[in-house]
């Protein structure tokens, strides 16, 4: 099958007071219709490779790939307005926490069918239909009543829901999940985690999951890339995580902890200089 | 001290250490870090030197005067034009130089400014601090008499004080000063607010600091910076009002040199000999100017928050 | 002890949840509120007209009044009851509408104000209108278009509107555009040929002569009217432009803006509808305090343009030391204040989900 997404030599830098701050520093690879996880510490790069693959970069941050491709389609050459129908329609992102990425003065059945509406020529009651289906497909019970409910008026877990409905709701091929649990309680990650993996499963989606939650990772995708300073330095079948070689990813799976072993003291993660280059 | 391995090199270097010795050092540097922020800001320095001027000329009224301020010559030298020979912004009715007026009116300016400030700022940083700190009832009377002091026309009160006190600077300054402060409460309450629950005043507390030691030492100057820049901004509205009240023969009285009613005195030649009026309004403007200028490069470096955005 | 302080402040750090008042206690503490703010008003005009002159009759009625009406209105006053007994007294006047009488027109202030108060609400409302309708796309503009030129012209005139001093402007104004230019009318609200022809339902001429069709006597009232509106409308939107400024680049560093973009909305619809629409919540505020401002900044303006409301009502009572009328107008003003805020609120209630009970 044909790859949907190639990534090569990627390249995202911020001019600041302070100089250029470099931010991803050329990132490759390709994706087809599987699960393929992005791990790294904060700062490592992980979040800015997938807005670039959205186009979210920042205005002023300098960009550049020797290849950045969706389904045959040049990203970085295409026109905005080409660029904007894949944004939401095709190629779409679940942010981090329902509590800010969700417009707090719509209500979630509003902002589910204004996505659909956005991307497809469907009627205002066709849209609500659709708007429903897509709620009860995140597994929400009572969908006519949460159409109507405000963000705030929703729990974490079910504002998360929400917003995997108001990115799905136009059918993209690929879906970019910025930390999408990290804002949960640990009970209702899983939940989430589960409806995502059966919404990416049914639609033969492709997903990129950003994450600096490695054993989440490896759990729930079949790839891992390990990001460290805005570049990948492994990359890995999430069965063969233990087989990791790089002394990044090593270190990242020793700080996780595990039951009915004593460990005193701590690891500390390490981070070495020439790691960077 | 002397033998620090990396001695600094400049004064420079010293301010902008990351690994201040001294509790001194790091303050000052981080005062200069917040010049340096101020000072990259144009518009800010043309407000500084707009201010640094206002000063000076007051401060050297007498010296830089070329006329008496109050006493004209009425035979030669009614309403003259600017760039009159001797007088460079013309003259008013009573032919006298309107420079000279406008230098020593700048006296009168930066004393009620300056005593508004004085006496507001205080006021408002302790009712703020005390009711956000005190929480419970204390801050619930504190705040409904701050409201309502915030719900009144500020002008329209101020004009009825001075009514009642009578026309004059002083009561122009109390009147002001009346209605100025609640502001400065409401946000030195939401300051202390914030930090009420931090965990470093948990930890003061913990030692033992009494609550006035508290809201002292460690509350108010938390509060300070934003007070600063509210102040400053609000110097250009005081000064505004000030010239209101004079405009309405309310503040200081003829034939003092207040701005305002010097733009009154001139509103009758307005059609025929504009600079009487004008001249009083372009100081009015530029002074203003000055302390909205100073006042957002004020904010843009104390506050990164705000500069930000 | 400590140690619960500090889980607590982790918690109360991050204040998601909306207190949920039973909606009964809501308007009850809501009806406070406008009730305790009232009556600080009156206390202070009471302090104010009462307390501070050393004789308060002679405040009221001049030194040049005969002794025989000094004791009456001494009497009337009820200047020989206890200090608190007079407020009350004050108090039951105020509510009843009854601010005494005024020395200067020798009518009851209450219909002095009733006469001129629409003038001062007509400029006042023309003011915010034109001050909204440029100070918020201006501000919107300015907070898309962040360090270009357009948002340094933006920046500089507003800060010049913060600046100068609305009575020199306002006589600046007359110079050019009647003296020189004759492009407007001047003075008052309504030219003399009118004056006496027209009859005012509402009070508020623009509408009252476009309402009975008179064009000739609304183009003159438009002639009259538009410049002092349009000098409080360049002070609201000064502000106004300033504010929404701040909020919307606010509005657009949020996540949810991203959320937008990621959706594949269009750029106007993410500014002119997501971020403006949150906007517009504080905004409801701004616009609030600007209309209250410029309702007291009608006591300068209108003295410039010799308007007829209630700002030179107020300060043609002051100068003639008619302190029932300088008070009554305060109290009117003051209350107007208290209504306008009690608005803003309820609007901005409706506006934020989050506030709804």
């Known amino acids: 099958m044909r790859p949907l997404l190639h990534v090569d030599d990627l390249k995202v830098s911020f001019p600041t007071r302070s100089g250029l701050v470099e931010a991803v520093r050329g990132v490759s690879f390709t994706l087809g219709r599987e699960r393929l996880g992005i791990v790294g510490e904060s700062g490592s790069g ?29 990203l970085l050459s295409a026109p905005p307005k080409l660029r904007r129908s894949l944004r939401g329609g095709r190629i779409a992102m679940v942010l981090q926490d329902p509590k800010y990425s969700l417009n707090p003065v719509m209500s979630i059945g509003r902002q589910i069918v204004e996505t659909l509406r956005t991307h497809e020529n469907v009627s205002r009651k066709v849209a609500r239909e659709r708007a429903l289906d897509m709620l009860a497909a ?33 059918g993209p091929e690929l879906l970019i999940a910025d930390e999408p649990t990290s804002a949960l309680d640990v009970t209702v990650q899983l939940e989430v985690l589960s409806i995502l993996d059966r919404l990416v499963a049914d639609r033969g989606m492709g997903l990129v999951f950003v994450s600096h939650d490695l054993r989440l990772v490896s759990s729930f995708c079949d790839r891992v890339l390990v990001m460290y300073a805005g570049k990948v330095v492994e990359e890995i079948a999430a069965s063969e995580l233990g087989n990791a070689r790089h002394p990044y990813t090593r270190g990242l799976l020793n700080c996780m902890p595990t039951l009915g072993t004593n460990r005193h003291p701590l690891p500390v993660l390490d981070r070495q200089p020439e790691w960077r280059l | 001290m002397t033998d620090v391995p990396a001695a600094p090199r400049s ?52 010296i830089l005067a070329p006329h008496s301020p109050t006493a004209g010559d009425l035979a030669g030298a009614q309403l003259l034009p600017p760039l009159s020979p001797g007088y460079l912004l013309g003259t008013d009715d009573q032919g006298r130089d309107i420079l000279s007026r406008l230098i020593h009116g700048s006296r009168l300016t930066l004393t009620v400014v300056l005593l508004v400030a004085v006496i507001t700022a205080p006021v408002g940083l302790l009712v703020g601090t005390v009711a956000g700190y005190a929480g419970g009832w204390v801050d619930g009377v504190l705040m409904r008499i701050t409201d309502i002091f915030l719900a009144f026309p500020k002008l329209v009160l101020a004009l009825a004080l001075v009514a009642a006190l009578g026309p004059g600077i002083e009561n122009a300054v109390i009147a002001i000063a009346v209605t100025s402060w609640p502001p400065y409460a409401r946000m030195a309450r939401a300051e202390t607010m914030a930090v009420r629950h931090s965990d470093y005043i948990a930890a003061v507390r913990l030692m033992g600091a009494s609550p006035v030691r508290v809201v002292l030492r460690h509350v108010m100057p938390m509060c300070l910076s934003s007070l600063i820049v509210r102040v400053t901004l609000d110097m250009a509205g005081i000064i505004l009002i000030a ?67 | 002890m400590s140690s619960t302080t500090m889980s607590e402040s982790v918690r109360a750090g991050r204040p998601f949840h909306v207190r949920a008042w039973p909606v009964a206690i809501g308007v009850l503490r809501f009806a406070g509120v406008v009730i305790t703010t009232f009556l600080g008003l009156l206390a202070v005009t009471f302090f104010i007209g009462r307390v501070i002159p050393v004789d308060p009759v002679l405040a009221v009625l001049g030194d040049r009044a005969p002794a025989s009406a000094i004791e009456r209105t001494r009497e009337a006053m009820g200047l020989n009851l206890p200090i608190y007994q007079q407020f009350f007294i004050y108090v039951r006047q105020a509510l009843a509408g009854d601010f005494g009488t005024s020395v200067l027109t020798t009518h009851p202030v209450m219909s ?74 001047y003075p008052g609200r309504i030219g003399i040929a009118f004056e006496y022809s027209f009859t005012p339902i509402t009070g508020l001429y623009l509408i009252d002569a476009l309402w009975q069709g008179e064009w000739e006597v609304a183009v003159d009232v438009f002639r009259h009217i538009i410049l002092p509106a349009a000098l409080l409308g360049y002070f609201s939107m000064a502000y106004i432009s300033r504010m929404t400024r701040s909020f919307m680049l606010n509005e657009l560093g949020q996540e949810y803006i991203v959320a937008a973009r990621a959706k594949g909305l269009s750029e106007a619809r993410i500014i002119w509808f997501h971020a403006l629409r949150n906007a517009a919540v504080p905004l409801v505020t701004v616009i ?30 002051l100068q003639n030391a008619d302190m029932n009328a300088v008070l009554g107008g305060t109290i009117i003003i003051g209350s107007t204040f208290i209504g306008i805020n009690l608005l803003s609120d309820l609007l901005y209630r409706t506006l934020d989900p989050r506030t709804r009970a």
């Open chain 3, 288 to 317: 609030a305090l600007s209309y209250a401002t410029l309702l007291e900044g009608s006591v300068l303006t209108e003295t410039v343009f010799s308007w007829p409301g209630l700002g030179l009502y107020i300060t043609n009572s």
């Open chain 1, 46 to 74: 992980k979040s800015q490779t997938g807005r670039a693959i959205m186009g979210l970069t920042p205005p002023q941050a300098r960009i550049s790939a020797a290849r950045l491709e969706f389904d045959g389609i040049d």
């Open chain 1, 138 to 170: 995140v597994q929400i019970r009572d969908p006519a009543r949460v159409f109507d409910l405000y963000p705030h008026e929703v729990s974490g877990g079910m504002g998360q829901r929400a917003m995997i409905a108001m990115m799905l709701v136009a």
């Open chain 2, 11 to 62: 004064t420079r270097a010293w301010l902008l250490s990351d690994r201040p010795q001294s509790r001194a050092q790091a303050r000052l540097g981080r005062a200069y870090i917040s010049w340096l922020r101020f000072a990259s800001n144009p518009l800010a320095l043309v407000g500084l030197a707009i201010l640094l001027v206002l000063v000076l000329v007051a401060a050297f009224a007498n």
């Open chain 2, 243 to 309: 010239a209101g009240l004079g405009f309405l023969g309310l503040g200081a009285q003829p034939p003092s040199p207040e701005w305002g009613a010097m733009i009154a005195s001139g509103r009758r030649f307005i059609l025929d000999q504009w600079w009487v009026a004008t001249m009083p309004g372009m100081a009015i403007l530029i002074v203003s100017l000055g302390f909205n200028l100073v006042g957002d490069g004020l904010r843009d470096s104390l506050d990164p928050r705000e500069a930000g955005q």
């Open chain 3, 112 to 185: 002095d104000i009733a006469r001129v108060f629409p003038a001062t609400i007509e400029l006042a409302t023309l003011g915010t209108l034109i001050g909204t309708s440029l100070g918020i796309p201006l501000g919107v503009l300015a907070a898309v278009k962040r360090g270009t030129l357009l948002d340094q012209l933006v920046r500089i005139i507003g800060l010049i509107g913060y600046s100068v001093p609305i009575f020199w402007l306002g006589l600046l104004a007359l110079l050019v555009f009647y003296a020189k230019l004759g492009w407007v009318a």
